[in-house]
């Protein structure tokens, strides 16, 4: 298992879906230095269905993801 990259400040990565609070994929990957990126956590979440349900995990439509990077650009600047 990587270590948690301590440079990232959580507040910055958080978003809300639907009334959720999230974390992106990506963001988690950079969280926990995964050498693969998003590949790593994706295959974690495949590989254990059981240990992701929907409560933690899923999938954002394009215009979520959309709206979600016009925010973070946004914040960015």
């Known amino acids: 298992m990587y270590g948690i990259v301590e440079n990232i400040s959580i507040k910055n990565i958080i978003y809300e ?3 959720k609070k999230i974390l992106l994929d990506n963001d988690l990957a950079k969280l926990y230095g995964c050498k693969n990126g998003t590949k790593e956590i994706n295959q974690a979440v495949k590989n254990n269905p ?3 349900s929907e409560r933690y995990c ?3 439509s394009e215009l979520e ?4 990077k016009s925010k973070k ?3 960015n600047k």
């Open 17 to 19: 879906i639907r009334g």
């Open 50 to 52: 059981n240990k992701f």
């Open 58 to 60: 899923f999938r954002i």
């Open 65 to 68: 993801y959309l709206t979600l």
């Open 73 to 75: 650009l946004t914040s």
